[in-house]
């Protein structure tokens, strides 16, 4: 039987997987600091035999030593660089987001980031990754957490406010115009849970849902046309904040993202 997680796996084998986030890792190293490196190496160790992995964000705060905050931006950089994917989980029995599924992804346009590549090159480049199959990967390290330096170095710096996030995320719709009211939906969701005493604080929270219900939203545009954006993330949202917020309940939802509609915006 085949297992689920190969359903989303981007490669055929093992040593392809590893190669390329090697490759991911020369390619964008200025752009990526050593927690990062950590991340991404615990999604490879975690894919190893499935090529995916099916991963809480509690489990890898706990086997990195790090904090939620700090996990999530980590991961949310991997995914602006094209390292990894983020798959949002559907629990087969109870409805809701479950944890979240992780894929390494090929090397996009690999001609664009090196320079003069010859057959003699690539003769030496299959000669490397032989070797390499035979060494620990990334570093010699065993512990992950030896990955992980206390202070950031400097690197190239992503949109760090939400508002950018997004609008970089509709950029791939080809229409990123319409950003402030995407932002104006969070705004006014986030705030009306935010009011009671029991959400206090969760600031950072609240604008993470937003940027993962605002991936799920521009990955929903690439499989169908949708006629109202704003209303399918406004949906979609309510939905995320719902399930992350009252989960332990065991709420199961009857209505699908799909029919999820809001005339309002």
Same mark, same amino acid.
Not at 74 to 83: M, P, S, T
Not at 203 to 211: G, K
């Given at each position: 039987?085949?297992?689920?997680?190969?359903?989303?796996?981007? $490669?055929?084998?093992?040593?392809?997987?590893?190669?390329?986030?090697?490759?991911?890792?020369?390619?964008?190293?200025?752009? *990526?600091?050593?927690?990062?490196?950590?991340? !991404?190496? *615990?999604?490879?160790?975690?894919?190893?035999?499935?090529?995916?992995?099916?991963?809480?964000?509690?489990? /890898?705060?706990?086997?990195?030593?790090?904090?939620?905050?700090?996990?999530?931006? @980590?991961?949310?950089?991997?995914? &602006? &660089?094209?390292?990894?994917?983020?798959?949002?989980?559907?629990?087969?029995?109870? %409805?809701?987001?479950? @944890?979240?599924?992780?894929? /390494?992804?090929?090397?996009?346009?690999?001609?664009?980031?090196?320079?003069?590549?010859?057959?003699?090159?690539?003769?030496?480049?299959?000669? %490397?990754?032989?070797?390499?199959?035979?060494?620990?990967?990334?570093?010699?390290?065993?512990? &992950?957490?030896?990955?992980? #330096?206390?202070?950031?170095?400097?690197?190239?710096?992503?949109?760090?406010? !939400?508002?950018?996030?997004?609008?970089?995320?509709? %950029?791939?719709?080809?229409?990123?115009? #319409?950003?402030?009211?995407?932002?104006?939906?969070?705004?006014?969701?986030?705030?009306?849970?935010?009011? $009671?005493?029991?959400?206090?604080?969760?600031?950072?929270?609240?604008?993470?849902?937003?940027?993962?219900? *605002?991936?799920?939203?521009?990955?929903?545009?690439?499989?169908k046309k949708i006629r109202n954006l704003p209303g399918y993330f406004s949906g979609v949202l309510r939905e995320v904040i719902c399930d992350a917020l009252f989960k332990d309940?065991?709420?199961?939802?009857?209505?699908?993202?799909?029919?999820?509609?809001c005339p309002g915006y």
């Amino acid at each position: 039987m085949t297992h689920y997680l190969f359903n989303y796996a981007k $490669f055929n084998t093992k040593a392809e997987m590893d190669a390329a986030a090697r490759q991911h890792t020369d390619i964008h190293w200025n752009a *990526m600091n050593k927690t990062d490196r950590a991340v !991404l190496e *615990m999604i490879r160790c975690y894919s190893v035999k499935y090529l995916a992995a099916h991963l809480k964000h509690e489990t /890898i705060e706990k086997k990195l030593g790090l904090s939620n905050s700090t996990v999530r931006r @980590a991961i949310r950089k991997l995914e &602006l &660089l094209e390292i990894i994917g983020r798959i949002h989980y559907v629990r087969p029995v109870m %409805s809701g987001l479950g @944890a979240n599924i992780y894929v /390494i992804l090929p090397v996009r346009d690999q001609g664009k980031t090196t320079t003069g590549a010859n057959p003699k090159d690539a003769d030496e480049n299959k000669v %490397s990754e032989t070797k390499s199959k035979k060494e620990p990967f990334f570093y010699k390290s065993k512990n &992950l957490k030896d990955l992980i #330096k206390t202070s950031q170095p400097a690197a190239e710096e992503l949109s760090t406010t !939400l508002f950018g996030k997004m609008k970089y995320l509709l %950029s791939f719709t080809g229409d990123n115009s #319409k950003a402030r009211k995407f932002f104006g939906i969070h705004k006014a969701l986030s705030g009306q849970m935010l009011k $009671f005493d029991i959400h206090k604080g969760k600031e950072e929270l609240f604008e993470d849902l937003a940027y993962q219900a *605002m991936h799920i939203t521009v990955m929903a545009t690439k499989k169908k046309k949708i006629r109202n954006l704003p209303g399918y993330f406004s949906g979609v949202l309510r939905e995320v904040i719902c399930d992350a917020l009252f989960k332990d309940s065991y709420q199961e939802f009857s209505v699908s993202v799909d029919d999820f509609y809001c005339p309002g915006y």
